[in-house]
């Protein structure tokens, strides 16, 4: 049986097909039409993965979309009708887009459907609808190891449900109970990356990345004033001091009360209060989360977690959940974004409505997320050739240990190869690299490569075997979900005076023997990288270490800030003149800045991304 999975018209639409139970293809809208979180109709997305399996859309038996798009509109008529007259103008600007388009979301899919298959009405495939949560329990459990565990869902919102809990077993998903709208964590965390001015939906990951170099002052003040936690997790939210329930604003003059001043404005110096915010509420995360977890774990008695929804995306709380939660296995999807949800609904509709059993297995069923497309090398040879570059064409033998080689000698190297990752974070195959051990390779990377904010960290890749050796972790982390702490002897204190510095002063210190990829906090955001899923990339890391005897590097997405990581081969080539990577690998092509025909100096370019 053939189904297509979609998720559409919020943020982040995707496309993925599961054919008898098997994941074939998954990608995100974004990465073909280069608009970040793009939240149309993912055309192109279908188009893959139809082309990916040989099939046409008059041969997919069924058509799922993740979410009910009615129970959404209902619970935003009484929403507003429980606050009036208090949010009128967002009513006005919410309900003729719902009148208009949302609320006959079923004719839109059709009549999309129908002009991407080039097809009759008649011929179109069946058509279904999970709910929200749903496809993101889905997408956790079926995919994961487990024959049996605990599925907990936490994101903004779905139809209703902003948190709920499943129970997996075999080929079923069990609801046990949920928190609804308005009382969110995800919207919560999502008012404080508006309040430190980041966007909504793509600035929480720098939320989090900015909360180590602030202290948790605000976080009694956060739950005294803000949220109503329970001892079992469970939790209300003052919504006097929020905006996002009627409002077009996250915050109101309330919140700026509390915290001493309006929002920040974007793009604006970050200050120390901002450093402070994102510290406080990434705490009250991490105590909720954990909280929930011994609720969970005490409610159902598994040993097994598996996650999803936008709040399983923050690396720090699972970090802690690992260490301190009561859970033996947790297991994260790696898109736990809505773009999962497309792949969660598929499954849904395989396992759950047809009733399909699920094989036992001892490892995921995500094939390391390498979900996406991948380029032939006559195919990458002949974009090349139409773009002008020079290059050299080696085999592999030769291409790791020279890649090795340059990598050891400080130079920053695009990464392309294999099938494009599904879900945010780019794993090996449309990445970034260099040598961590290197002093300078985080602002390097950071301010001439990806013209992005300075604190901004970065990941290391390390083979799985010698995780451990490097960090305190026990377990692979092959989707870069978990935080850890590095080993106490690669460490380097910071002195007496040291210690004294605050917030981005504290950026230049260095950290570990290993400072492009140790936080301010000694902590690293990991990805195990393992030759059954990524042999190439595990082979490079390895030569690497034969090389300089670190078994890790460092590892960011294809991408500048405010583009989609890299889809094509010409995608990668224009990211790699336009910034100041040193080379760029496509398969078995290299390619040396230097060697290139000189690029226009055109700072136009920058425009085609909104900054995020």
């Given amino acids: 049986m053939r189904i297509l999975g979609i998720s559409a018209f919020y943020h982040d ?100 459907l129908r002009e991407l298959g080039q097809c009759e009405r008649s011929q179109l495939p069946q058509l279904l609808f999970t709910e929200h949560h749903q496809s993101h329990a889905a997408s956790a459990f079926f995919p994961s190891p487990f024959e049996q565990a605990a599925v907990l869902c936490l994101d903004a919102v779905g139809e209703w449900a902003t948190t709920s809990l499943w129970l997996g077993q075999g080929n079923q998903l069990i609801p046990q109970w949920e928190i609804n709208f308005p009382h969110s964590l995800g919207l919560l965390y999502s008012a404080f990356t508006y309040y ?63 915290f001493g001043g309006p929002p920040r404005q974007a793009e604006s110096d970050i200050t120390q209060r901002e450093m402070d915010l994102a510290a406080s509420v990434q705490a009250v995360v991490e105590t909720i989360v954990l909280r929930l977890a011994q609720t969970v774990q005490r409610e159902t008695g598994a040993e097994n977690l598996c996650l999803a929804g936008g709040v399983a995306l923050n690396c720090v709380a699972n970090g802690r959940l690992l260490r301190e939660g009561p859970f033996k296995n947790i297991w994260i999807q790696p898109a736990a974004g809505d773009a999962g949800g497309a792949l969660g609904a598929a499954l849904a509709i395989w396992y759950q ?15 390391g997320a390498y979900l996406g497309p991948s380029f ?65 390779m985080q602002s390097v990377m950071n301010l001439k490569v990806k013209y992005r904010e300075s604190f901004r960290p970065f990941a290391p890749s390390v083979l799985a075997e010698r995780v451990s050796d490097y960090f305190q972790i026990d377990r692979a982390s092959p989707y870069m979900l978990f935080v850890a702490p590095l080993q106490t002897e690669l460490q380097i204190p ?84 336009r910034t100041e990577m040193d080379y760029l690998v496509v398969e078995n092509f290299v390619l040396k800045k230097s060697d290139q025909k000189p690029w226009a100096k055109d700072d136009a370019w920058q425009q085609e991304f909104e900054l995020d």
């Fill in 494 to 577: 910071m002195t007496a005076e040291q210690q004294q510095l605050f917030g981005i002063e504290k950026l230049n210190v260095p950290r570990s023997t290993i400072p492009a990829v140790t936080h301010v906090d000694y902590s690293a955001r990991i990805q195990t990288v393992h030759g059954s899923t990524n042999r190439r990339y595990y082979d490079l890391i390895s030569r690497f270490e034969q090389k300089t005897g670190c078994a890790l590097l460092v590892n960011t997405s294809f991408n500048v800030r405010g583009e989609p990581i890299v889809c094509t081969p010409e995608d990668a080539y224009r990211c790699f003149m």
């Fill in 353 to 367: 409505y047809c009733d399909r059993p699920r094989p036992a297995s001892t490892t995921d069923h995500m094939q």
């Fill in 13 to 112: 639409s995707a496309a993925a097909l599961v054919i008898d139970g098997t994941i074939v293809a998954a990608a995100q809208e974004e990465r073909f039409s280069r608009k970040k979180h793009d939240a149309r109709f993912p055309a192109q997305a279908i188009a893959y993965c139809l082309q990916a399996a040989g099939l046409a859309l008059t041969d997919i038996d069924t058509v799922v979309f993740y979410e009910k798009p009615l129970i959404t509109f209902e619970r935003l008529l009484e929403t507003y009708l429980a606050y009036a007259p208090r949010g009128f103008k967002s009513f006005l600007v919410a309900m003729p887009v719902w009148l208009k388009e949302k609320l006959y979301l079923k004719s839109i899919l059709k009549r999309e």
């Fill in 376 to 440: 032939s090398p006559p195919a990458i040879q002949r974009s090349l050739d139409a773009l002008g570059a020079t290059y050299q064409q080696l085999n592999d033998e030769t291409l790791l240990t020279q890649v090795a080689e340059i990598l050891a000698q400080e130079n920053v190297v695009g990464w392309f190869q294999g099938r494009m990752e599904f879900g945010p974070r780019a794993l090996g195959n449309r990445s970034i690299i260099g040598d961590p051990r290197s002093a300078k």
């Fill in 196 to 258: 430190a001015g980041f966007k909504v939906n793509s600035g929480e990951y720098k939320l989090m990345g900015l909360a180590p170099y602030g202290e948790p002052i605000y976080q009694d003040l956060i739950l005294q004033n803000l949220v109503d936690l329970k001892p079992d997790g469970t939790f209300r939210l003052n919504l006097s001091y929020f905006n996002y329930a009627v409002g077009l604003t996250m915050t109101n003059r309330k919140f700026d009360e509390l």
